[in-house]
């Protein structure tokens, strides 16, 4: 009789119902993936019987498939809130027990663990002191909040023009104390080895045509001798060409400063940029005025963490009061054979299964891996108006199959009134 094809038909129009229910009932949830009720016919089974006169007895539920599309990428501002563009899954430790999330929606809790809403702690790849990520497997990750302890300046670089109209000083010998000793002079800030600020000024004295002596001086304004590779002297000679280019050595030579409290302060000075730098700019004499074009020193004092970003290879960073960056860690992302085979767990969260296969962890960007978008979170990918069209189609699905077992009644009761 069609009364069990028509309760098959009306169970699976009810967990078809169901399934667009909860899609409808997502279409805000960040991360949430679209479910798909699929369904197969069902026959009884025939023992010599002819596959021609075989009638089936309804439908059945084989599977609600989450169908793991891209969902458009939201823009938050907030630089813990993190989109996946393209494949993977953040990897989740809750209760030791692994689970994997499209949701990017982080915060740093009072231990410095990134978590989620729910508390689960995102995996990855820790950094040292130094800032150097680890190739180990990923664990938990802990954002050192400790300050950056201060490096001592090890290089000062300083590019300027010279002005070749300039007289050489009416006054010798040199004194910080007297303008009319010199003719031009620029200060550095440096830092010794307990962080604190020290200045050492360069003082240029024109001494003929294209000659120019370079003196150095601490904070007092006492001359500090340069250390060279003939012999220590209180001053450098530096020589330019016809043309205004420095056509003697630009690295000074070493001067050192003796901070009160802290190790001696030995600073090589060079009037090139630094070595890997990108800068075009070099040292000249041209007749303009006095100018600095660059002046850099290596060193820095302590500085407290004041924020984080993001990359797209999940490298965290570091930002802290004193200008620097360091890395804290990186998320790691995991991919599977069958996504379609994880296991949801509400919260946003999956589980692997002997379906999905076993979970490939690596960097994002890399491989099938997608890359991070930090301030930004990937929504629902619930179309709002096809899952409306969805359940309408559902509902006279449900009408039809309700029809049949109307009929089917029919046609008992006809039997059952025949004499």
């Known amino acids: 009789m069609g009364m069990e094809q028509a309760l098959s038909g009306l169970t699976g129009a009810s967990q078809n119902l169901d399934v667009i229910g909860n899609n409808i009932a997502n279409a805000s949830t960040i991360g949430f993936k679209l479910s798909r009720a699929q ?85 990855g790849y820790p950094a040292d002191a130094a800032g150097l990520v680890s190739n180990a497997p990923p664990v938990p990750l802990q954002l050192s909040q400790a300050p950056v302890q201060p490096k001592a300046t ?34 550095v800030t440096a830092y010794d080895s307990l962080g604190n600020a020290q200045t050492l000024s360069l003082y240029f004295v024109k001494t003929a045509a294209n000659s120019w002596n370079v003196y150095a001086t601490d904070a007092s304004g006492t001359p500090t001798a340069f250390s060279t590779s003939v012999a220590p002297a209180t001053s450098v000679p530096i020589t330019f060409s016809t043309s205004g280019t420095l056509s003697s050595n630009p690295l000074l030579g070493n ?22 730098s990108t800068s075009s700019a070099v040292t000249t004499q041209f007749g303009v005025p006095f100018a600095v074009s660059s002046n850099v020193q290596d060193g820095f004092t302590t500085g407290q963490l004041a924020g984080y970003s993001i990359a797209k290879d999940g490298t965290i960073s570091g930002r802290y009061t004193n200008g620097q960056t360091r890395a804290l860690g990186q998320v790691c992302l995991a991919n599977f054979v069958d996504p379609q085979g994880l296991v949801a767990q509400g919260g946003n969260m999956f589980a692997e299964s002997a379906d999905s296969g076993a979970p490939v962890v690596g960097v994002p960007g890399s491989g099938t891996f997608g890359s991070l ?8 990918t619930v179309d709002l108006t096809k899952e409306l069209v969805n359940m309408i ?19 008992q009761q006809t039997l059952m009134n025949l004499r």
């Open 373 to 380: 978008q930090s301030g930004a979170l990937e929504q629902s």
């Open 39 to 123: 369904f197969a016919d069902m026959y009884a089974s025939m023992v010599g019987g002819s596959g021609s006169n075989q009638i089936g007895i309804g439908t059945q539920v084989t599977m609600v498939a989450s169908q793991f599309t891209q969902g458009n990428i939201l823009t938050t501002g907030n630089p813990l809130d993190v989109a996946i563009n393209g494949g993977g899954f953040f990897r989740e430790l809750s209760n030791g027990a692994i689970s994997y999330s499209r949701d990017g929606q982080f915060e740093v809790n009072s231990q410095g663990y990134i978590t989620n809403s729910l508390g689960a702690q995102v995996t």
């Open 255 to 276: 001067v050192t400063l003796t901070p009160l409290g802290a190790a001696p302060l030995t600073m090589a000075i060079s009037l090139a940029p630094p070595a890997g």
């Open 154 to 187: 090890t290089g000062v670089n300083v590019v300027l023009n010279l002005d070749s109209t300039s007289s050489v000083p009416p006054t010798s010998p040199f004194s910080a104390a007297n303008s009319n000793t010199y003719n031009s002079s620029t200060s």
């Open 393 to 411: 189609e559902a509902q006279r699905v449900y009408q039809a199959n309700a029809e049949t077992v109307k009929t089917q009644d029919q046609v």
